[in-house]
């Protein structure tokens, strides 16, 4: 089986808006109505868990009908996006099983192209790990250090034909995902950092 989950507890502080900014509008709706849309209208997965701040009094305000009943939220967000992942895959645990399929999806990345998410699902079905969605690297990027006096010069140029943009969703086994949040350590920018610390 497979599931969804949207990590949706974080405040927009460096939005600077009044909402945070998964509430901020777009096209009449919500952005994350927008990034939950095509998750929910998948036919394989199962559930959407929506994971919200445990004071979040924004979400029942809105009308998510239109959805189906596919959609649940989770008030169990945490400090950071590895926490909040974590904690809804702990609260999810009553319907997930370890082997099933999880999907991490941004509730910032509205409009996530059909394609892009049947590509994801097809490719990694039968891999015994997962995988993310990427963008090649296009632009030239240089990699700092600093001099002695402690000023920041350019140190080299990467090759990026080896760099890549990780997008969302990523997929990952429930199980190896959840033991790869709770063990990792240091910066977990996104879910497949935290998988690469596994091995």
């Given at each position: 089986?497979?599931?969804?989950?949207?990590?949706?507890?974080?405040?927009?502080?460096?939005?600077?808006?009044?909402?945070?900014?998964?509430?901020?509008?777009?096209?009449?709706?919500?952005?994350?109505?927008?990034?939950?849309?095509?998750?929910?209208?998948?036919?394989r997965i199962e559930q959407v868990f929506v994971v919200l701040a445990q004071g979040d009094d924004q979400f029942r305000r809105h009308d998510w009908r239109e959805l189906g009943a596919r959609v649940e939220p989770l008030y169990c967000g945490g400090k950071s996006r590895r926490d909040s992942v974590y904690n809804g895959l702990v609260a999810a645990m009553a319907a997930v099983q370890a082997d099933d399929w999880v999907l991490v999806h941004d509730a910032a990345?509205?409009?996530?192209?059909?394609?892009?998410?049947?590509?994801?699902?097809?490719?990694?079905r039968n891999d015994a790990i997962g995988g993310i969605l990427a963008l090649p690297a296009t632009d030239t990027v240089k990699r700092v250090g600093k001099d002695e006096a402690g000023a920041q010069r350019i140190a080299g140029t990467e090759?990026?034909?080896?760099?890549?943009?990780?997008?969302?969703?990523?997929?990952?086994?429930?199980?190896?995902?959840?033991q790869a949040l709770r063990q990792a350590k240091g910066a977990v920018t996104d879910e497949s950092s935290a998988v690469e610390q596994l091995g």
């Amino acid at each position: 089986k497979a599931y969804a989950l949207v990590p949706a507890a974080g405040s927009g502080s460096r939005v600077g808006a009044a909402l945070p900014k998964q509430y901020l509008e777009l096209a009449g709706r919500p952005l994350l109505y927008h990034s939950l849309l095509e998750l929910a209208r998948h036919p394989r997965i199962e559930q959407v868990f929506v994971v919200l701040a445990q004071g979040d009094d924004q979400f029942r305000r809105h009308d998510w009908r239109e959805l189906g009943a596919r959609v649940e939220p989770l008030y169990c967000g945490g400090k950071s996006r590895r926490d909040s992942v974590y904690n809804g895959l702990v609260a999810a645990m009553a319907a997930v099983q370890a082997d099933d399929w999880v999907l991490v999806h941004d509730a910032a990345r509205p409009c996530l192209p059909p394609s892009d998410l049947a590509r994801l699902w097809e490719d990694c079905r039968n891999d015994a790990i997962g995988g993310i969605l990427a963008l090649p690297a296009t632009d030239t990027v240089k990699r700092v250090g600093k001099d002695e006096a402690g000023a920041q010069r350019i140190a080299g140029t990467e090759d990026r034909t080896q760099l890549w943009l990780a997008q969302t969703p990523q997929m990952f086994r429930a199980g190896l995902l959840a033991q790869a949040l709770r063990q990792a350590k240091g910066a977990v920018t996104d879910e497949s950092s935290a998988v690469e610390q596994l091995g």
